[in-house]
């Protein structure tokens, strides 16, 4: 190439990057039409398929996100109701393995499927809307509730991680081992930042306890026994103070398995089965079997 520039060669992305934005419209408009031509669609009806396709994202994102949102408070959803709940030891171990799976599968059906890194992030994103909507609706709205008592959790952090360790590696075992540790590990660091202000100290009654008691005291659950508070009795206060952190390398080695377990579930829920065109599967789509054949 000379200093002028003369005889370079011009990719595609240049060439629209050069051309005018009347240009680039224009030409998308052509290449709308070429689409529709070649699928055989009047302009109404291309319409309503786009109008359709809108549709049925919206109805796939709000079922997974009702799906994954359902799953976690199934499984684990007691840990994640209030902040005084969120104890140090059963907390950032459970949560992470409940809240890997569904995002775990949705990684395999994007990346397999579609070839899209972003399974983990859009299943974590997803569940945290889904658990925000709850948290709005039925706490705030409906029971008056203090509104900042009730802040879920969050695994966008360890989402992030495991589609990263998947855009480098491009391997689901090895994603597994350390994108599904990554989820584990960061869950509570990563959610550490929103509890904070709750282990501050307060004198209560001549006793010091932290501003979560408090809240404990000030707002009994009577449906809900305070039964987290005396599981915190378990071994692994051995640890003394690095009990967060040892709960959270045992959620990162047990995501590893978790990980692997529902990308393989991911993959074979989405595998497309077509059925042998007999006749008795001509007559319930009404085609005829002369025909069809």
């Known amino acids: 190439m000379n200093p002028s520039g003369e005889g370079r060669v011009t990719s595609t992305a240049d060439i629209d990057a050069a051309a005018s934005p009347r240009e680039n419209t224009r030409f998308k408009d052509k290449k709308d039409e070429t689409v529709i031509s070649v699928s055989g669609l009047t302009p109404s009806a291309a319409r309503y398929s786009r109008l359709f396709d ?5 109805a796939v994102v709000t079922i997974f996100a009702g799906a994954i949102h359902l799953h976690v ?4 959803g007691d840990w994640d109701m209030y902040v005084d709940w ?8 459970v949560m992470p393995v409940s809240m890997i799976m569904f995002p775990a599968a949705l990684q395999a059906i994007f990346w ?7 399974g983990a992030t859009v299943g974590a994103t997803v569940l945290l809307i ?4 709850g948290r709005y609706a039925n706490w705030w709205i409906w029971t008056g509730f203090p509104f900042t008592e009730g802040v879920p959790s969050q695994a966008l952090a360890g989402a992030l991680l495991m589609d990263m360790t998947l855009i480098v590696l491009r391997n689901s075992l090895f994603t597994s081992i350390i994108g599904g540790f990554a989820f584990g590990f960061v869950f509570w660091p990563s959610n550490y930042s ?8 307060v004198e209560h009654q001549g006793m010091v306890a932290s501003l979560a008691d408090m809240i404990g ?16 009795r378990g071994t692994l206060r051995t640890f003394g103070s690095s009990v967060s952190w040892v709960s959270a390398a045992f959620a990162g080695f047990i995501c590893i398995f978790m990980h692997q377990l529902w990308w393989r579930l991911g993959l074979f829920a989405s595998q497309a089965t077509f059925l042998k065109n007999s006749d ?10 002369s025909v069809a054949s």
């Not at 969120?86 to 171990?93: A, G, M």
């Not at 009994?220 to 005396?230: A, D, G, Q, T, V």
């Open 73 to 76: 408070m199934l499984t684990v």
């Open 112 to 118: 397999v499927n579609f070839r899209l890194p972003i």
């Open 280 to 289: 008795v599967v001509k007559s319930f789509m009404g085609i005829k079997s």
């Open 86 to 93: 969120k104890d140090r030891q059963y907390w950032p171990l």
């Open 130 to 133: 889904a658990t925000w909507i």
């Open 194 to 201: 929103a509890l904070a202000p709750f282990y501050l100290p």
């Open 217 to 232: 005291y000030t707002f009994p659950r009577s449906n809900m026994p305070e039964y987290l508070r005396i599981i915190e």
């Open 54 to 58: 809108v549709l049925v994202v919206a």
